[in-house]
C-alpha cells in the first residue's frame, strides 16, 4: 500500500463538514469510527470524547487546504508540519493480507500509529499520508471544491493539473451555472442591442420628419 494512500483520511475528515451549508455529519461517535472504514481495530477505540477532538483536526486540516488553495505554499506546509509534530507515527515494512502468486508477501509500507486515543491514531495517518501526497505531487494538487458553496476537499490526481471539483455532480453542476449566465448576459446584450437599434430608428425617423 503506498504511503499517499492515507491522504484520503484527511479527505474524509475535512469533508464531514460544509460550512457555506452549515452542514456537519460528525456529530456522534458512530460518525467518527466510520471514517475509519475497514480499519475497525482503530475505530473500536473511539468514544464520545473523540467528537469534540476529531473536529478541532478537521478545523487544521482544512486550514491547510485552504493555505494551498490561496496558494501560500509556506502556510500550508507550516500547518502541516505543526499536525506531523504533534502526531507522529512510525513507517513500518508489512506483508499482511497481499501475496503473490506464489503465495509470499507482498511488502509494502504501511503506517503505525502508537495514539493515546482514537483522535492521535487518526490525525497521525491523515497528516502522514497528506504530507506524502503534497511531497510526491504538489502543494498546488490540494484543492478545494470551486462550485459553490460547496468548498469540499479534493486531491488533484489529474495529468494536467486541471481538477477544480471534489466531485463530477459539482463539476456539472458549475458547468450548468456558467452555461446559463452566458445565456442571461447573451440575451442581455440582445436587448441593449435592439432597444439601440430602435432609439437610432427613432432618431432617424424624426430627422426626416425635419
Known sequence: MELAYYSDYAVRLVNTEEPARGKDTLTSVEAVRDLFGANQSAARRATEADVTRFRSVRARLRAV?????????????DLLNSLLLEFPVSPQISGHD?????????????????PSNATAGYAAIAAMGLAFHLTEYGVDRLGLCQAPPCRNAYLDTSTNRSRRYCSDRCATRANVAAYRARKRLEADRSEENTGRAAESAQVSSASGER
Open 98 to 114: 497481499f501475496r503473490d502468486d506464489d503465495g509470499r508477501p507482498l511488502w509494502h509500507m504501511h503506517l503505525a500509529d502508537h
Open 65 to 77: 487546504f485552504e493555505a494551498a488553495d490561496s496558494g501560500d505554499e509556506t502556510l500550508a506546509v
